[in-house]
Structure formats: C-alpha cells, structure tokens
C-alpha cells in the first residue's frame, strides 16, 4: 500500500497524516488523530493494515473519500 511509507504493514500517524494529506483533507493532523482513535483498535497507536484496515476504509468513506484505488492493490 503506498501509505505504508516504510514497509511495516502498519499506518502510523505521520503516515496517516501524509495519506490525508494526499487524499486532500484540509486539517490531515486532525483526521490522523481521528482515525487512530477510531480505527487502532488494540491500541498500539499504528493502524495495522491486515486486522484494523476495514475501520480505516470504513472511516474514510464516511468523510467522502474514495479509498478503492489505494486499498485495492498491494496491501500484502
Ligand atoms: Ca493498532
């Protein structure tokens, strides 16, 4: 997934940040701060790409994003 700028399966915050960024959001920090909270579910401050990905998905569609074309392709 090209949001996962090093590798490690999981969505940290500047990672997130910068995913909003480019998605186009106008406050990214906020949104990054949003979606950890809503979607890292075991608390380990990282979205991990296999188990919490769907409150991720979940999260940006119900701002009006499409994700389809980033969460598609290359997540494994
Ligand atoms: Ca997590």
């Known amino acids: 997934m090209q ?3 090093n590798g490690d399966k ?7 940040k910068r995913a909003f960024s480019q ?6 920090g906020y949104r990054a701060r949003r979606c ?4 890292d ?9 296999v188990n919490e990905l769907d409150h991720l998905v ?3 569609l119900k701002l ?9 392709n290359n997540i494994a």
């Open 3 to 5: 949001f996962d700028a």
């Open 10 to 16: 999981q969505l940290c915050k500047e990672e997130l």
């Open 23 to 28: 998605l186009g959001a106008i406050i990214p």
């Open 36 to 39: 950890l909270y809503i979607a």
């Open 41 to 49: 579910a075991d608390g380990d401050g990282k979205v991990d790409l």
């Open 58 to 60: 979940r999260y940006a």
């Open 64 to 72: 009006g994003y499409s994700v389809n074309q980033y969460t598609n």
